[in-house]
């Protein structure tokens, strides 16, 4: 019983012992590994040798086409169109006939303007006539009060010896009277003269203006084009009635056209320097496939808070344009010194790139000028 109690006891602890014995055993036997040696990773670039020179960087900008030129033509006066001859896209040529008008809308007060003329010079010439009439009559006045006073004199000296009667000498003062009106009655239209003809000049004047106002509204009852250009819109048809300075036809000439583009702020001050140094800058336009050379004319009287609008004069390429259009535009800006070129890909955050330089690739900040 004893016996059986003591390997009861013995039985786990052998196994215990058996199982560590084993398992230093298979530690101690097992094969060594050897531990692996890290190696760099190689990485795969594309290097370029660069230098530093003068560049002009390019500025990309969206820009719209616009004239500074626009023509519209209105109606002189109220009436109605005859004619349209042209439709929006038209190309005209100088002196084409555009839009007509009844020019009998504007006949009558024409006639009614060469009547007051006519009826003034007539006034003008009646008074001048008249006022010679009264110049020689005022003289026969004054002939006829020279009289008048004698003969109150010769009746008084009647009366006064009692050789006439006393109704001569009030019948004498009473023709002195009369005649001393009369005269000044002659002498007011002499003195009135310049006066008279000054009022009538005035009313012939205004009546001129008139008669060339309404001359002038005939003329432009018939609208034609004073340039070659392309018409824009025509908002008229035959048979309309329209009313004074209601736009008939709107065109434009192909070398008015402009693009105005923004200038980002962070720029303004360096192109509006070049302006004034007289530098030529150029840009190139592209739409739908089509190139256009421009030409940087000036920037805007006013900026904003994020930059300042440009003008660029077409020099290539205008008749393939129409207000409107819209155009991406590649500004050359002015030359910088001692820059380097490197493809886009080759920065990193916008100002950062790596040199090659003993097999390393070292970290060098820049400073980012522009697109080339």
């Known amino acids: 019983m004893n016996k059986r109690l003591v390997i009861g006891r013995l039985l786990p602890v052998l196994i215990i012992v058996l ?53 519209r033509a209105a109606a002189p006066g109220a009436g109605q169109i005859t004619q349209v001859l042209v439709r929006p896209g038209e190309i005209v040529k100088p002196g ?29 010439a009646e008074l001048k006539i008249r006022n010679l009439s009264n110049v020689k009559a005022l003289e026969q006045e004054k002939k006829l009060l020279d009289l008048a006073n004698r003969e109150v004199k010769r009746v008084e000296r009647l009366k006064s010896n009692n050789l006439t009667s006393e109704s001569a000498l009030s019948d004498a003062h009473e023709m002195l009277g009369r005649q001393e009106l009369s005269l000044l009655g002659k002498q007011l239209e002499v003195d009135r003269y310049k006066t008279t003809v000054k009022q009538l000049r005035a009313r012939l004047s205004r ?49 008015s056209l402009e693009i105005r583009a923004s200038i980002p702020a ?20 592209e739409m739908s496939g089509n190139l256009f050379q421009l030409e940087l004319l000036r920037l805007a009287g006013e900026a904003r808070a994020d930059g300042i609008d440009a003008y660029f004069k077409v ?58």
């Open 207 to 255: 009546a001129k203006a008139r008669l060339a106002e309404t001359s002038l509204a005939i003329e432009r009852s018939e609208i034609s084009a004073d340039f070659a250009g392309i018409i824009a819109k025509v908002p008229v048809s035959t048979g309309d009635r329209v009313q004074v300075a209601d736009i008939l036809v709107s065109l434009y000439a192909l070398d």
């Open 96 to 124: 084409q006939v555009l839009v007509s008008m009844d020019d009998r809308d504007f006949a009558a007060a024409n006639l009614q303007a060469k009547a007051d003329v006519m009826d003034i010079d007539a006034q003008l």
């Open 19 to 71: 199982a560590v014995s084993a398992f230093s055993y298979l530690k101690a036997s097992k094969p060594e590994r050897k531990k692996p040696v890290a190696k760099e990773k190689v990485w795969l670039i594309n290097a370029i040798s660069v230098k530093p020179g003068s560049l002009a960087p390019e500025l990309t900008l969206h820009g719209k086409v616009e004239t500074p030129a626009l023509l």
């Open 315 to 372: 020099t290539d390429g205008s008749s393939r344009l129409r207000i409107g259009n819209l155009l991406n535009v590649n500004l050359q800006r002015p030359v910088q010194h001692n820059v380097i070129a490197v493809p886009y890909r080759a920065i990193y955050g916008n100002n950062r790139v790596y040199i090659h330089r003993e097999d390393r690739m070292v970290a060098v900040d820049v400073e980012a000028v522009g697109l080339f």
């Open 266 to 285: 962070g720029y303004q001050a360096e192109i509006q320097t070049a302006l004034e140094n007289g530098d030529l800058l150029t840009a190139r336009a």
